[in-house]
Each structure stands twice: as C-alpha cells, then as structure tokens.
C-alpha cells in the first residue's frame, strides 16, 4: 500500500502503537481539521484500516518537510 506525502506526514503526527489505534487518532482529530485537511485524514484512516497489522509494522513513516 503506498500513502502520499501528505497522508505519511498525517500518520507521523498521529503515529500509535499500532495502525487502529493510529486511524483512531486521525479520526478523533477530524473535527478540528477544515473541510479539505477531514478529506485527506479520512482517507488516510480508510488506508490504514486496509492494511494489515504485518504491513504496518513493516512501513517505514517519515516526516517529509516540503
């Protein structure tokens, strides 16, 4: 599974012990993103649910400064 820049950014500052708990961190945040920022953490939080537990523990997030 590959994430953009701007989705791995959003999983570094909401990065968990695991990939549920990271999705659950995006989407307890949302209601104080504006509409575009709720757009690119839902569909941040849809892809980590995609993944497997195995597929985020082998991910390597960085925080990209652009």
């Not at 708990?21 to 892809?47: G, H, I, S």
């Amino acid at each position: 599974m590959y994430f953009t820049v701007e989705e791995e950014n959003l999983i570094c500052l909401y990065h968990k012990s695991d990939r549920r708990r990271t999705a659950a961190a995006v989407r307890a945040a949302m209601p104080d993103m504006d509409e575009e920022m709720r757009a690119l953490a839902r569909q941040t939080a849809d892809k980590l649910d995609a993944m497997s537990d195995a597929d985020f523990e082998a991910q390597r997030f960085q925080f990209t400064d652009e």
